[in-house]
């Protein structure tokens, strides 16, 4: 079983920055694949970077290309996503998930999958992006 608890959520005004950190309970195979979900108001989670232990760019979603950088530290089993000018739109709940079936490689490219293809979800943190 593994286990996945974020932190750093916070308040922050357009243009701030925050760090977002996911510990995991242990890393084993279930851990190759991992991946930042944003869920706004009202809205369906959708992936915003992802990582694969198998090889292949990190992915980022187009909205936050260039801003955010996903990144992890393996002897301390976290994950981390940087997230920098921040925007309004970038509010809500960040999820960190974690299943090595969720991702794929295409043209040197990860792919992260579908929410629906991630066992493993921490309970998520809060960003709030306001002036």
């Known amino acids: 079983q593994v286990q996945l608890v974020e932190s750093g959520g916070g308040s922050v005004q357009p243009g701030g920055s925050l760090t977002l950190s996911c510990e995991v309970s242990?890393?084993?195979?279930?851990?190759?694949?991992v991946g930042w979900f944003h869920q706004g108001t009202g809205k369906e989670r959708e992936a915003v970077a992802s990582i694969y232990a198998g090889g292949g760019r990190p992915y980022y979603a187009a909205s936050v290309k260039g801003r955010f950088t996903i990144s992890r530290d393996s002897a301390a089993n976290t994950l981390y996503l940087q997230m920098n000018s921040l925007k309004p739109e970038d509010s809500g709940v960040y999820y960190c998930a974690a299943d090595y079936l969720a991702c794929t490689v295409v043209g040197g490219q990860v792919r992260p999958g579908t929410p629906s293809e991630y066992r493993y979800w921490g309970h998520g943190t809060r960003v709030t992006v306001s002036s």
């Open positions: 242990r890393s084993t195979y279930n851990t190759d694949c």
